[in-house]
């Protein structure tokens, strides 16, 4: 699992309610993604990580923000949640030599 | 230009058969192709994955086949086990670090 966990790995919660979501890594990787993942689409970018306090956004980042205050930790945030952010969410951190891509164990969001 | 298209949604295979799962891109920029695999409830997994320089890369069981000039690639797998039932997905990306595209999976069922 490259080292990398997720908190809390279930979630339900209520539209319009905040909700921040914990990617930690334990090898000192400089790159970090957030991802949405849902039935159809495969694998959507939300936000990645260059480094602490580098961030850009990915392919759906409206209605998401995030923080990278410490090299080992990403946090995802949703300000107001929404039921159609109701998905599987996965960290992932990039090692080796290549583009090689390393997924956590994932946080299932429930927004009712 | 993006996008990364799958092909198909599910397949059935035997076991012992031969299991093909097709990616087109359009992004010639594109230079490192991915394959993960992801078992329910799991993160996906970096199975596999090639540069465009060499057209096929074989890993045990797996092959990645790449033809530059279609823009295409495939995963095949051999003497597929039930074990491989799972989630494929091919991924393109450029850039280290950045632009990686997913695309929606295939789910794979081999048939004891």
């Known amino acids: 699992d490259a080292g990398i966990t997720q908190s809390p790995r279930h979630k339900v919660t209520e539209t319009g309610t905040p909700v921040t979501l914990r990617c930690h890594q334990t090898?000192?990787?400089?790159?970090m993604y957030w991802y949405r993942q849902d039935p159809g689409h495969g694998l959507r970018l939300i936000h990645y990580?260059?480094?602490?306090?580098?961030?850009d956004k990915g392919e759906v980042s409206d209605g998401y923000s995030v923080s990278r205050s410490k090299t080992e930790d990403f946090l995802l945030t949703l300000e107001s949640a929404t039921s159609s952010q109701t998905s599987v969410y996965f960290c992932?951190?990039?090692?080796?030599?290549?583009?090689?891509?390393?997924f956590g164990p994932g946080t299932r969001l429930t927004v009712l | 230009q993006q996008q990364v298209k799958q092909s198909p949604q599910s397949l059935i295979v035997q076991k012992g058969g031969i299991s093909i799962i097709n990616c087109a891109y359009e992004n010639t920029a594109f230079d490192y192709f991915p394959w993960y695999q992801q078992f329910p409830g799991k993160g996906p997994a970096l199975l596999i994955a090639i540069r465009p320089d060499v057209s096929e890369k074989k890993e045990g069981r797996f092959t990645i086949s790449f033809n530059k000039s279609a823009k295409q690639f495939s995963l095949h797998i051999m003497d597929s086990q039930p074990g491989d039932s799972a989630t494929y997905f091919c991924a393109a990306s450029h850039n280290y670090g950045q632009n990686f595209v997913f695309g929606p999976g295939t789910r794979l069922s081999v048939l004891p």
């Open positions: 090898e000192n990787h400089r790159y």
């Open positions: 990580s260059y480094g602490v306090k580098d961030t």
């Open positions: 992932a951190i990039l090692a080796g030599e290549g583009n090689e891509q390393f």
